[in-house]
Structure formats: C-alpha cells, structure tokens
C-alpha cells in the first residue's frame, strides 16, 4: 500500500514550456486534491476532485488544467509554464470531501527558469 | 473570507518539555479541523481530526483542543523528543460537500533540542 504517489519529484522547466504533474493513490479514495505550497503562503488549493468525473476550481486555479482521468489517478497540467508557477506541489486524496481526512503525496519540486 | 493563523511561527524547546501550538481561525462556522505535521521536504502527516461537534481529540502525546465560538484550536505536545522536530500545520474545512476545501494556517516550526 503505497499511499499517495507523484511523479517526477523534480523537475526543471522553461518559462512557455508545458509539462504534466502525475498523482495516483490506492486507498480506494473518492476524491482528490491539487495545492502549491510557497514560502510565505502556506498551502493553497489549485484544483480539487470530489469524486471520478468531476473537477472543480480551488483558489487559485489560473494557468493550470487537471484531469480525474479515473478513480485511482488525477493529473495537473501546465500549459505554459511561467516563473510564477515555480512551487513545490503536493497531490492528496481522502475518501470523501467533508469528513475524512486528507493523505498527501510527497510532493513535485518544480522551478521555472 | 476565512483566515487561519499560527502563533508563533517559530518555536525552540529542551527535550522533555511540554508545549502548546496555537491555531486561531476567523469564521467560526467550520466542518471540521485537522493538525498536520510537516518533515523539512516531506508531504503533510494528518495528526489529529477534530469535527465541529467534539471539543478534543488525542493521540498518544499529542492531544487537540477546539473551541468553535473563541475560534481557537490548541496542539498539545507532552514530553516533546527531538524527533517531533518539525513544522506544524493547521487547516480547517469550511463545510460538506463541495466546501470542504481545507484553509491552511503557515505553520509553526518546532525545534525540540536534546
């Protein structure tokens, strides 16, 4: 039982180059999550999915898209990186929105030259 | 809007001493709260859940206050080891469903020396 997965861990991109961040969980979740996490700002909310099939907008959701692309497996895409998405990201899941709690990934160190 | 926030933002201890982690929110019509505990470069470790209905929740050392109407919850930390070293991290649900996307305070960053 791996928990809560995300690749790559790292990665360095190009300020227009776009790149897929991966997550996948194998606690039979429901729902799952999207936040950036910057010194200073504590956690924030991208993009959430409360169940298979449908994604919803956290707080700050500009400049990126996400995919439920099934139970086990959410992604955010970047299309056009910019210097302001240099972050560090973590994925998380929980088996419902309201009461349970969250499990995190150990998180996407992504810089935007 | 709702606001969570951590005092202090930093905290350095002596090994056996025990403490408590401040985490204040201003709208008090919250589903729920939970203490994470974050390891430098690490994801986030859920603590404790406390629901709106209970007033504490524990676990081990650690034992979590809530106080709805004053808008406080408190992290207690008995006989702390250098091995909780870490940042704390506190974050509330604003309701069910479709609201219940968490709000997290900045945390508190522990220090426990030997």
């Known amino acids: 039982n791996a928990g809560v997965t995300q690749t790559p861990k790292f990665q360095v991109l190009k300020t227009g180059q776009s790149m897929t961040l991966q997550c996948a969980q194998d606690m039979n979740h429901n729902s799952m999550y999207w936040y950036r996490q910057d010194p200073g700002m504590g956690l924030r909310l991208i993009y959430y999915s409360a169940s298979e099939g449908t994604t919803d907008k956290g707080e700050v959701p500009n400049g990126y898209n996400v995919s439920r692309l099934n139970k086990r497996e959410f992604s955010l895409r970047l299309e056009s990186a910019a210097p302001s998405q240099t972050s560090v990201y973590f994925c998380?899941?929980?088996?419902?929105?309201?009461?349970?709690?969250?499990?995190f990934g150990p998180g996407t160190r992504l810089l935007v030259l | 809007k709702q606001e969570v926030t951590q005092i202090p933002a930093a905290l350095s201890v002596p090994e056996g001493e025990n403490l408590v982690l401040n985490c204040s929110f201003t709208?008090?019509?919250?589903?729920?709260l939970q203490w994470f505990r974050q390891d430098p470069g690490k994801g986030l470790t859920s603590l404790l859940l406390?629901?709106?209905?209970?007033r504490e929740q524990t676990s081990g050392r650690l034992n979590a206050s809530l106080d709805k109407s004053s808008g406080r919850s408190t992290l207690y930390i008995a006989a702390s080891q250098p091995g909780d070293s870490a940042t704390y991290l506190c974050?509330?649900?604003?309701?069910?469903?479709?609201?219940?996307?968490?709000?997290f305070g900045k945390g508190t960053k522990l220090s426990v020396k030997p």
């Open positions: 709208d008090s019509a919250i589903y729920n």
């Open positions: 406390i629901q709106s209905s209970q």
């Open positions: 998380a899941s929980s088996g419902t929105v309201s009461t349970e709690t969250q499990y």
């Open positions: 974050a509330v649900r604003r309701g069910g469903g479709s609201q219940g996307n968490l709000i």
